[in-house]
């Protein structure tokens, strides 16, 4: 069934505007006091209605003040004159005022928002020269309508307001017109809502008011009716819609940001890495030009000079080596491809030889070891000792010279195997810690000295393959505390 359907064989709408004005025109004039809303769809039909109403407040002794816009002024007045009204006589008298809304608006908003005390200095001198000698006045007024259509709708109710706060003092009848919108959304229907508030009276559209009978009125309230239920699902539609929308944007915006951190991490992550391979490269170049030229020279080396050379080129190889297997591993993790060699390993006999080269490095640090005599255990021991010497690297980094560093190995509940390091230097700044233990964490560490940002990353992924975990603990008097946790 048809929209048409439900409330019957529509009438043309010139024949309705033409209907809804006859209703108008048997209406009595406005009563003092009356603040009453006018709903228009067509300018003929305003014009028609507000020129009926001019011409009953004048009958009858009145004053009328018409603000309304250029051509709306030209269609009422040409109306009034058509109908034989003597407008040049009572314009004369003062009883007929016509002032234009656009003007008269822009006396009185400040910015977006209308002001109180210049609204009354642009309204009261015509209410004053209007109701001399005690005439009752009634006053169209179309102001706000053009904030509606500037879709300034605070200021639209703020302005009734005003009217109704000058209204209370000065006693006129006042008629406001707007034109319906011809798509509601809910901001027009709060809107519409808060207009009639504002009110004494409301008169709908001329389809409405047209309509020929108590029937066919009641017809179209039902229409209306199942209009209203319709858009507002159509909105919640709408809403779910944009907020399915907004959901999508943001995982879409989020997951470019990602993205763009980690081109961001691999790009600074190879320039780092490109520092790190360079400089024992340099280091292995330097010691073999200079052996070379020696040669050269003396056609014989010192041994004990060749001794040093030889010593400091196999440093920077190893050095070189571990760089490179470090990466390595890093490529393995990713695909997934790097397997144990398990074996029953003594931790403790494994965690000292890992201090004694650390010490070896770090002469200027105190390196202690807490363990028991053996403690064994099913694990890849060269896993086991790259990742404690990841993790005692790190510590030796940020560790003050003369510092301390502890090394704690237990069995935990017959479960579990804890080997932690602690260290006594600067800690790290909060907004850093989530990432300690990710892949390329370096790159983003400008304070770093050195190092590629695998260290934590590949003691991680080590520790977890073996079914363990590692976390970091940041004890109050300052450090760090990494503790890798083992099956047993």
Avoid at 268 to 291: K, N
């Amino acid at each position: 069934m048809t929209a048409e359907n439900l409330i019957g064989t529509r009438e043309p709408a010139p024949r309705r505007a033409r209907d809804a004005v006859a209703r108008f025109e048997s209406m009595p004039s406005l009563a003092p006091g009356d603040h009453v809303v006018q709903f228009f769809e067509s300018d003929q039909f305003l014009a028609s209605s507000i020129a009926q109403l001019a011409r009953s407040s004048l009958a009858t002794g009145g004053a009328f003040v018409l603000i309304a816009t250029e051509r709306h002024r030209c269609d009422i007045e040409t109306k009034l004159r058509a109908s034989g009204f003597d407008l040049a006589t009572a314009e004369r008298e003062g009883r007929y005022l016509a002032r234009n809304a656009d003007e008269t608006l822009a006396q009185f908003m400040t910015g977006d928002e209308p002001d109180p005390a210049r609204f009354r200095a642009a309204i009261e001198p015509v209410l004053d020269q209007s109701s001399a000698s005690g005439r009752p006045v009634s006053l169209f007024g179309e102001m706000v309508g053009l904030l509606v259509e500037a879709r300034n709708h605070r200021a639209t109710i703020r302005l009734e307001q005003l009217w109704n706060e000058l209204q209370v003092e000065r006693g006129f009848a006042l008629l406001c017109a707007y034109r319906l919108p011809r798509a509601g959304d809910e901001l027009t229907a709060s809107l519409i809502a808060n207009i009639c508030a504002e009110h004494s009276q409301v008169i709908p559209t001329e389809s409405y008011a047209g309509l020929p009978s108590p029937d066919e009125q009641n017809r179209a309230v039902a229409l209306l009716q199942h209009k209203e239920r319709w858009l507002e699902a159509e909105l919640a539609n709408q809403r779910q819609t944009e907020q399915q929308l907004q959901a999508a944007l943001a995982a879409e915006r989020a997951a470019r940001a990602e993205t763009e951190a980690a081109l961001r991490a691999r790009d600074d992550f190879l320039s780092i890495a490109a520092h790190e391979l360079r400089t024992p490269l340099a280091g292995l170049s330097a010691q073999a030009q200079v052996t070379l030229r020696r040669l050269k020279r003396d056609d014989a080396l010192d041994p004990e000079r060749l001794s040093g050379a030889l010593e400091a080129i196999t440093g920077q190889t190893f050095k070189l080596r571990d760089l490179i297997d470090r990466l390595l591993d890093a490529s393995r993790i990713e695909a997934g491809t790097l397997r144990l060699e398990r074996q029953w390993v003594d931790l403790s006999a494994l965690a000292a030889a890992v201090i004694e080269t650390a010490k070896a490095k770090a002469p200027e640090l105190v390196i202690a070891l807490v363990a028991p005599h053996e403690l064994v255990a099913f694990v890849d021991p060269h896993r086991v000792e790259l990742a404690l010497t990841n993790v005692l690297d790190n510590a030796i980094r940020h560790s003050p010279e003369g510092g301390a560093i502890e090394v704690r190995l237990v069995g935990v509940n017959d479960s579990a195997i804890e080997l932690s390091v602690r260290d006594h230097g600067g800690g790290i700044p909060t907004e850093e810690r989530r990432n300690l233990f990710n892949r390329f964490h370096r790159a983003h560490n400008r304070q770093s000295s050195g190092g590629l940002g695998l260290g934590l990353y590949l003691t991680r992924q080590a520790i977890e393959l073996h079914g363990g975990s590692v976390s970091a603990d940041f004890p109050a008097d300052g450090g760090t505390r990494i503790v890798m946790r083992l099956p047993a």
